[in-house]
């Protein structure tokens, strides 16, 4: 690679760039906030109590709940231990997979989630959907899917949830 | 608000919600990791050197460096004390303000940057302008710029920067 001209981005790609960079960080702070504030709790321990709730039995392996919210095995045991503390979450061993263990979003939980949604949603609304047409929101899926699939192919290692 | 209805997403919402976060985290990882890997250093820094060398004299103020790269104050703290570390950033009193103080990229920074852009640039268009059109690009460049323009007005207290 050293020894071919590098492909810069062009003008256009530099602008959309910078400012995704921009949205992204603002966006992602700004819904943080709100939830830290008003239901105590940040956004990646509120998307782990809304995959457990919609999940069989509001009960998933630790492994696939890693892959659904795409962060590190690490990062979601510590998560986890945290949603315990709170009374959240409980983990049980895999009945089938002696080495698997198991989050079960509890009863507490559940209501802490339904607590939160409102203002959640009211949040990410605000920041993102009442901003954007219809058009806008159904090609920012697309690129989304297309970007999102891309990253993670079936079977990749590194991806974060496989580290 | 606890009186009303929420206003849930719609379906279309919800598929573009969920495609977003998997994306803004899968591409914060990949471009993290690749940078990491090959020139040890996480996402972050590496603004802070291409922000700092597009600015006259390749110095900026530090108020001004966190609003630019959308961070709290702490956090670039932090993040500069480790540049200045590795030799790539200095920090100067400003001459015009004596509470202030400014960041400048050292020459060797200016190298570590140089070199590491190549592919950098080469991760930003394999995982997301390599996969889009230029319409894609051009529509998700807008929609990123109004999300930014919203949630940072000029004079908002809660922005990172500002904490």
Redesign the interface.
């Known amino acids: 690679?050293?020894t071919t001209e590098?492909?810069?981005?062009d003008t256009?790609?530099q602008?959309?760039?910078r400012?995704?960079?921009?949205?992204?960080?603002?966006?992602?702070?700004?819904v943080d906030?709100q939830l830290q504030r008003d239901a105590g709790m940040p956004h990646t321990y509120y998307?782990l109590l809304v995959w457990l709730s919609e999940s069989p039995g509001r009960r998933m392996r630790m492994t696939e709940l890693a892959e659904r919210s795409?962060?590190t095995r690490s990062r979601l045991s510590h998560a986890v231990a945290r949603l315990e503390e709170d009374g959240w979450v409980r983990r049980e061993d895999c009945a089938t997979d002696r080495r698997g263990q198991v989050a079960v979003l509890t009863e507490e939980g559940f209501r802490a989630l339904e607590k939160a949604?409102?203002?959640h949603?009211?949040a990410?609304?605000g920041?993102?959907?009442d901003?954007?047409t219809?058009e806008?929101?159904?090609?920012?899926?697309?690129?989304?899917?297309?970007?999102?699939e891309?990253?993670?192919p079936r079977g990749g290692a590194?991806?974060?949830w496989r580290r």
């Open positions: 690679m050293a590098p492909r810069w981005l256009e790609q602008r959309t760039w400012a995704y960079m921009a949205a992204t960080q603002l966006l992602s702070d700004h906030r998307s795409k962060i949604a409102p203002g949603v009211e990410v609304r920041a993102l959907f901003r954007l219809p806008q929101t159904a090609v920012l899926g697309e690129i989304m899917r297309t970007v999102a891309n990253l993670a590194d991806l974060p």
